[in-house]
């Protein structure tokens, strides 16, 4: 089993679809770490049930964040 982690920022647009695409037997959470969106991004994430995580912008921050 594995954990997805997605960094995002204003992805209301994707997020749906990408969440969809991590659906797997394998995949055992979704973590979507938002480094401060003003778009529907994180109540989309979490209506498809990821695990929301918001900080500030950075994707190594993000990342980090995420695996912690």
Same mark, same amino acid.
């Given at each position: 089993?594995?954990?997805?982690? /997605?960094?995002?920022?204003?992805?209301?647009?994707?997020?749906?679809?990408?969440? @969809? *695409?991590?659906?797997?037997?394998? !995949?055992? $959470?979704? /973590?979507?770490?938002?480094?401060?969106?003003?778009?529907?991004?994180?109540?989309? @994430? *979490?209506?498809?049930?990821?695990? !929301?995580? $918001?900080?500030?912008?950075?994707?190594?921050?993000?990342?980090?964040?995420?695996?912690?």
């Amino acid at each position: 089993m594995i954990s997805v982690i /997605i960094p995002t920022l204003n992805e209301g647009r994707t997020i749906e679809s990408v969440l @969809a *695409r991590t659906q797997s037997q394998w !995949v055992k $959470e979704v /973590i979507v770490v938002d480094g401060g969106s003003t778009d529907d991004t994180v109540s989309k @994430a *979490r209506a498809r049930g990821a695990r !929301v995580i $918001e900080t500030d912008r950075g994707r190594a921050r993000q990342m980090n964040l995420g695996a912690q």
